[in-house]
């Protein structure tokens, strides 16, 4: 690997992980390195714009073919009602919009306009599921009875769950709608639950945080084969390029990344194992909490092993290049995917501060480095870039210092190498000596059978007919002159 004086090192400040707003909260690349809080806002004043913009051109629209209505009709007694409605259904259309941040205005207030029902307790639910329900898996159930557990120790208990199973089942209507769409009814639901609950609970953190870490495990455990990596967003075809990039950069070394952990210490190995199995574990939860925490565990894993490499404690600089090797040497599955899923439909408040959000920052970062990956960020030349990324050459490992006892194990295992090697060259040479005597005798075996048949086709086989047998069956009974031979010699015997 060659050395040149430019660099453009892994380094990211950590001002560079907060939002562009300023607001203090970690920002996201998927939202244009804002945090949850400045994006929603962005997003509903950018929807309310586009909502007036299309009432106007509505209305505008609407006037214009009034007009040509009446200039076509001047005789008529009344105009047709037919264009009437069309204004009413976008009063009606946008009134539906507004108010669906108010979806939680009667959370502590019984309705009064459905008659009194059989008191029971919140566990009496599971007495008669919706068919949206029953056809859930068994992790779906058990989520389900751990959520009314929960919520039997708090005095609000039996409404929250009114709510959240309402929002869940309604969702199942929403399958149409963008994956932006559907995070933002998710997210309105966490706001204004949240907002509730800070009520209830007078101020209460805590407490607010894990009534909703329960309410976020119970609803997207149930609508995660609903939301997860839905079809009208493009989460796919990214989880496979990214894939596909990560496979071309296998090549990639700690050296080339300046990653300073030690593989070669036994403590170090197994940390560098042990946040490789939990990255890719992530795509096997449902819940974006637990994806979270599986990012966490290999963050945390990945400090294990700069610490005890350097002896010292690690640094922002150390962690986003280790993280990045990580990253490279697991080849997490659906990682696009998983990523826009915490993104997506996570509490907000765990990924704009503390220990979760900033590790999931970091990730991001460390994909976004991944996508735009070249030879200056590697301190290789475009050349040697493109010769590694193609196949057609390899970097050269570089080799560390061996004690002499190490120096003798390589020296006898290049014996036996070479030992392989010429062993294997002999049966290479006995193999085609067996091929060529395989070939000598299919070639003799046909040679043969061409000269037996030439030999047929020119001296042909002839059948003469058989003499019918005769009465005597003694050899002389053709000779004639068998009368004049002498009597045949008898036996004697001589008493000794």
Known sequence: MSHRSERRGIHV???????????????????QGLCSKCWREEYQQTRHKQ??????????LQKEEEAAYANNHQGAAQPQPAI?????????????????????TKFFTPSTKTPPKKESVPGEVLSTPSPSVSRKPLETDRTTREFID???????????FKQCRAFTESMAYKRDLGADELSECVQDFYQNLSDRLHTHFKGSSERVESVMDEVERYMMTRLYEEVFCPETTDDEKKDLAIQKRIRA??????????????????????????????????????????????????SKHIFNAIN???????????????LIYIVLKANPPRLQSNIQYITRFCNPSRLMSGEDGYYFTNLCCAVAFIEKLDGQSLNLSVEEFELYMSGQASPQRPQAATSPACSAAFSQMNESLDLLTGLGVRQERVME???????????WRDGVEHKVQDVMERFPLEMH????????????ADNVENDHLPSPLQPQLFAG
């Open 51 to 60: 909502i007036q913009e299309d009432h106007a051109l509505a209305e505008r």
């Open 249 to 298: 950069l296998h090549w990639v070394t700690i050296e080339m990344l300046c990653v300073p952990v030690d593989e070669e210490i036994p403590e170090v190995s197994d940390n560098v194992v042990k946040a490789i199995t939990d990255v890719i574990e992530m795509d096997s939860k449902r819940v974006p909490r637990d994806k979270l925490t599986c990012i966490t565990r290999c």
């Open 13 to 31: 400040d950590q001002s560079e992980l907060l939002c562009t707003k300023g607001c203090g909260f970690y920002g996201n690349t998927a939202w």
């Open 465 to 476: 007919p058989t003499a019918p047998p005769t009465t005597s069956s003694a050899i002389d």
């Open 84 to 104: 009437a409605p069309f204004s009413k259904f976008e009063e009606r259309k946008t009134k539906e919009k507004s108010r669906k941040v108010n979806t939680m």
């Open 433 to 443: 000596g067996a091929r060529r005597l395989e070939s000598d005798l299919i070639d």
């Open 150 to 160: 929960f919520l039997k120790t708090l005095k609000p208990g039996r409404e929250i």
């Open 308 to 322: 005890t490499t350097k002896k010292e404690a690690a640094s922002a600089d150390d962690f986003l290049p280790t």
